[in-house]
């Protein structure tokens, strides 16, 4: 294939790739790197089922393009557990039932992950805002703040 080639670290681990111009973030994940954790639901950046952090940006990989990635940092569910050991998040939306179809719960992960970095000790209201851009049509979303709230307690080691 004639492409693009991009050079990029994605979950820590330098990935290299050829891409078409306009083929998106999300296509390379899941086409090119197999990283099927990154969902797709809408297409358009409504979601928020396939958001990744770049460069420590929370982004619809929906919305950027592949070539885009260039020398750039990306961080996507299957870096968050570290081995067999799952990442706070993880378990807490495990231990909630914060999940049922799949299609929403990595992008909420990976949006909860940019929160707590940023906010270790967010209210219940600015847990609620930080995952505004993330819609789930099964769980609800009381779980999903319940799981958030117990994980920023057991990472910030309350």
């Known amino acids: ?94 231990e909630h039932a914060a999940l049922q179809c799949g299609i929403c719960t990595p992008g909420f992960l990976i949006a909860a992950k940019d929160l707590l970095a940023k906010n270790p000790d967010p209210t219940e209201e600015e847990i609620r805002f930080g995952l505004a851009g993330n819609l789930c049509r099964c769980t609800g979303y009381d779980k999903i703040v319940r799981a958030v709230q117990d994980a920023a307690s057991v990472m910030r080691g309350a």
């Open 1 to 94: 294939m004639a492409g693009i080639a991009v050079s990029t670290t994605i979950n820590g681990d330098h990935a290299e790739f050829l891409c078409h111009p306009d083929e998106t973030l999300l296509e390379v994940l899941r086409e090119r790197l197999g990283l099927m954790g990154v969902k797709e639901g809408c297409g358009t950046g409504d979601c928020g089922a396939c958001s990744v952090i770049l460069d420590d940006r929370l982004v619809c990989s929906c919305l950027v393009l592949g070539a885009e990635a260039e020398g750039r940092q990306i961080a996507t569910v299957e870096g968050m557990a570290q081995g067999d050991r799952l990442h706070p998040l993880q378990q807490k939306f495990l």
